[in-house]
């Protein structure tokens, strides 16, 4: 089963890089505003933290590990499966008929159809914020906490992809649903760029129990951090992280087979 995913997926992945590669110049040019649009975020990060000591409890080394874990989850996210936001271009145009009927399963023609490397340039400024971060933050470092941090990222990144899936599955229902979806992607990246702290606890509350994002940066940097919450939140949360992330996933696959039983074709 796994095979039957994931060789396509690399297939068609290879297939759209080599497209791209043709044109160099561009394919290059393309990366580095990508790499600026998501740099000049970061650079908001260390505006706001030139004219305070701390933010919602966090000195700038801890936020910048909150932000790291927060954008190299959601654009790993994005560049995995962030064209499934384009599901609804697809059943308009009658091109996910197409796909239907194709021996791949759609998901992954989905995922993969305009796949762009530009992407790449977007996952840059997260890992550097998260190396600063994790280098700077006074993160007491054990084997148990290397592999922590592996398992950490990897059920951030899962969750990240169970939401975009998730967003996309709404189009299924509501064809015009892609703002709507975006809310909650690009929308959730901004919001967990920043310690959960500095919101409301009706937020807080929201993007832990009902739209679970802090387990994609806050929780995990608590973790990491080996600090307490400052919202006073149960402290078991912090390692429910992958468990999280396995749940977002099951919901997300249930959401996509609802979704594609609900679907009538184009032409109906």
Known sequence: MVDRVLAPYALLVWAWCRAAAQYPVSLTLLTLAQLGAIGSELVALLFVFGHTEALGGFTLAEALLVYGLAVTSFRTADLLLGNTERLGEHIRDGSFDVMLVRPVAPLVQ?????????????????VAALAVGLASAGVEWTAGRVAALAVLLASGTALCCAVWLAG?????????????????????????????????????????????????????????????????????????????????????????????????????
């Open 168 to 268: 996309a599955c709404l189009q299924f229902f509501v064809t015009e649903a892609r703002q709507l979806a975006h809310s909650v992607t690009y929308g959730g990246q901004a919001l967990t760029e920043y310690p959960l702290s500095l919101y409301p606890r009706a937020v807080v509350r929201a993007v832990t129990f009902v739209v679970p994002l802090a387990f994609v940066s806050y929780q995990p940097a608590l973790y990491l951090l080996d600090r307490p919450d400052p919202l006073g939140l149960w402290p078991g949360l912090r390692h429910l992280c992958p468990a999280v992330a396995v749940l977002g996933c099951v919901l997300a696959a249930l959401a996509w087979r609802a979704g594609l039983r609900h679907y009538r074709s184009t032409g109906s």
């Open 110 to 126: 989905l995922a993969t159809d305009g796949f762009s490397p530009r992407r790449v340039g977007s996952v840059v400024p997260g």
